[in-house]
């Protein structure tokens, strides 16, 4: 029987020796997606960023507050505030029309009277908390005019239709976080200015402030990074798009007749399919540390982080192991009902993406809706990228990684046993 | 409605024995079952005295299939087709390597040994076909119209190197539907048509079985029409 395993696994590698297009398939793509994906989603990652975002600013107000929102975006990381276009000042309606043609993501409308008004209102407000206080003299409040109507003041914004929420919020949180600040400052200033000069002196930095704790391991702070989240997640898209290679060549086994061929002969199929389980296994370790070899060594080359694995490389590889089984399954199930590859081949890349999808390698788990963080924990590529998190990010010991990796093994035995069966019951026919 | 019916056939040790019949007969559905591809719905049968149900691995190893189409890998050499299949068939070493070599050289190929199948003609492509069903020197060889779309020179390579093998004590039961190849080569044959055996014997008797027949071609139309079998 090994013998036969191994002669199997030798014809495994001969076929896909001599398939350049499949060769080119399972190592060369993932490492063109890895590299790709982690440079594009780097600068989200990166707290400072090379590239900015020019948005428009339309200035009505020309006083303390447009300047404040002015300067802070100017010293903000992300944006570069753009207020002329062909050196004539940005009006609404351009700055509209521009950002919903996609020329702008943004366009912030800072309204007429602004500082003025903000500044009145603030005033109003103090006068009165102060006279309540009984702080004014009494002639001042007999005289005091009748107080004039302040309407409430709005910050228009302007998105580009093609801007995603996530964005959206992130910019409109930041700019009612600058609007608060502005307003906070000028009602400490106006009562300082009510109570008399130099006699009160408030302190106006913020007194609740925040931290983010980094984990520590051995005295190292482990800092999540671009590199850190998107190999493992790219690297387990990759072992699994192994279904597609590995469906089709057992369809194929069909349609060229070898199949029946081994049907007659006296091995059994669990030798068939353990064999291909070795050949792709080997397949799903060089991919994987080929994508690590390009994470630690490539990645620093072109301005990205390198991976950091010091320690951490045996566990990897235990997971990759694992989570490359799984897939196998699912390429053999797959492979054994499918009758042609115009059915394996679509079937199993998009089912691969909704695996990934469901699986938390585009969006995390946690952000998801509740009946998709359930759905979340039955997808293979879920177990997998929380075992490599655990690993990477976690600093955890093989023993806390034993639940994942059993449920990508049972779902290897599983699948396998499904094919197995299938066939069997088939051949019945 | 079933694909066989009633069938009952007795073929001895030794004996070179031709299924013949129309398209849709069940020439290929008989054959299968006999290599256990397909289960029968009901009746038994037995090889060399075992049964599927009980022996099926001890009766896979004592029989030898050459299916109709190429079962090769088409971008394996013809040596590493048949390393493989003969290894499946529990060969190994040098006894494997050897056997290899020696009937690619019966059939005329070893100077194409480690060239990839897929590069050979169908002639060829049939030879080492057949070889893939035969490394290991089967009691009993099942052949599903082993010469079907090759030439002449290949057709007669193959079935010399069939009656070689029949002359070492290989019982050979082979569909065709090459009259004239059947009656040359086989020591018996059956006629088969709608799942049912019509007609049994050697060549010779069956064709003195039917008034005027000349030959087996004769007896063939007279058992089964001339009208086209043509079926979905």
């Given amino acids: 029987m090994l013998y036969k395993i191994w002669m199997s696994v030798v014809k495994e590698f001969l076929l896909l020796k001599r398939d350049l297009g499949g060769l080119i398939i399972l190592f060369v793509m993932p490492l063109v997606l890895v590299i790709t994906v982690t440079l594009i989603q780097d600068s989200t990652f990166k707290t400072v960023s090379d590239s900015k975002i020019p948005i428009l600013l339309v200035d009505n107000d020309k006083g303390t507050v447009s300047k404040t929102v002015f300067d802070n975006l100017e010293k903000s990381s992300l944006f570069t505030v753009v207020t002329q276009i062909d050196n004539k000042a940005v009006t609404e309606d351009v700055a509209r029309e521009n950002v919903h043609k996609g020329k702008y993501q943004l366009a912030i409308i800072i309204p007429k009277d602004l500082s003025t008004d903000l500044q009145a209102k603030v005033d109003q407000n103090v006068e009165k908390i102060v006279s309540s206080l009984g702080m004014t003299d009494s002639t001042a409040s007999a005289s005091a005019k009748p107080q004039r109507i302040i309407k409430e003041k709005e910050v228009k914004l302007y998105f580009d239709p093609a801007v995603q929420m996530s964005f959206k919020n992130a910019v409109m949180s930041s700019i009612d976080k600058m609007i608060s600040q502005i307003e906070t400052k000028s009602i400490y200033t106006t009562f300082q200015n009510q109570l008399g000069e130099g006699t009160t002196d408030f302190e106006q930095k913020s007194f609740i402030t925040f931290k983010e704790i980094i984990p520590t391991i051995n005295n190292k702070e482990i800092r999540p990074n671009s590199v850190q989240h998107n190999v493992p997640a790219w690297t387990l898209f990759a072992i699994f798009f192994i279904v597609i290679p590995l469906s089709i060549n057992i369809v194929k086994e069909k349609s060229q007749g070898t199949f029946v061929r081994l049907r007659t002969n006296p091995v059994s199929n669990l030798v068939i399919i353990i064999g291909k389980t070795i050949t792709y296994s080997v397949i799903c370790m060089i991919q994987f540390y080929m994508m690590v070899a390009v994470a630690v060594f490539l990645f620093p080359s072109i301005g990205l982080p390198s991976l950091n694995i010091e320690g951490h490389l045996f566990l990897m590889s235990i997971v990759a192991l694992f989570s490359g089984f799984a897939a196998i399954g699912f390429g053999i199930l797959l492979g054994t009902i499918a009758s042609t590859q115009e059915q394996s081949a679509p079937f199993g890349a998009t089912s691969v993406i909704i695996l990934a999808a469901i699986g938390g390698i585009w969006v995390p788990v946690f952000a998801m809706p509740s009946i998709m963080q359930i759905i979340a924990k039955s997808s293979p590529m879920n177990w997998g990228l929380e075992a490599f998190y655990d690993v990477l990010l976690r600093n955890v010991s093989l023993l806390e990684i034993i639940p994942e990796i059993s449920l990508s093994f049972l779902f290897f035995i599983l699948t396998s046993a499904i094919a197995l069966f299938y066939d069997q019951k088939k051949r019945a026919v | ?232």
């Fill in chain 2, 1 to 232: 409605m079933y694909s066989l019916n009633n069938v009952s056939l007795d073929i001895t040790e030794g004996q070179i024995f031709g299924l013949l019949g129309p398209n849709g007969a069940g020439k290929t559905t008989l054959i299968s079952m006999l290599c256990g591809l397909i289960k029968p719905t009901s009746g038994h049968f037995t090889i060399d005295g075992l049964d599927y149900q009980h022996h099926s691995s001890k009766i896979k190893k004592i029989i030898g299939v050459v299916p109709q189409e190429y079962a090769l890998y088409p971008t394996l050499t013809a040596r590493e087709n048949l390393l493989y299949f003969g290894s499946m068939y529990g060969l190994k070493g040098n006894d494997l390597k050897d056997k290899v070599i020696e009937t690619l050289d019966l059939l005329g190929l070893l100077k194409f040994a480690d060239k990839q199948v897929q590069t050979f003609s169908g002639g060829m492509k049939r030879r080492v076909n057949l070889i893939a069903g035969i490394l290991h020197n089967p009691k009993v060889l099942f052949l599903d119209e082993p010469t079907v779309g090759v030439d002449v020179q290949s057709k007669n390579a193959i079935i010399d190197y069939l009656k070689v093998l029949n002359q070492n004590g290989t019982s050979i039961i082979y569909t065709s539907h090459h009259l004239a190849e059947a009656e040359d080569f086989c020591s018996n044959i059956a006629i088969i048509d709608q799942g049912q055996i019509f007609t049994k014997g050697t060549p010779s008797s069956l064709i003195d079985s039917v008034e005027d027949a000349r030959n087996l071609e004769d007896v063939f139309i007279s058992l089964t029409g001339k009208a086209l079998r043509d079926a979905i």
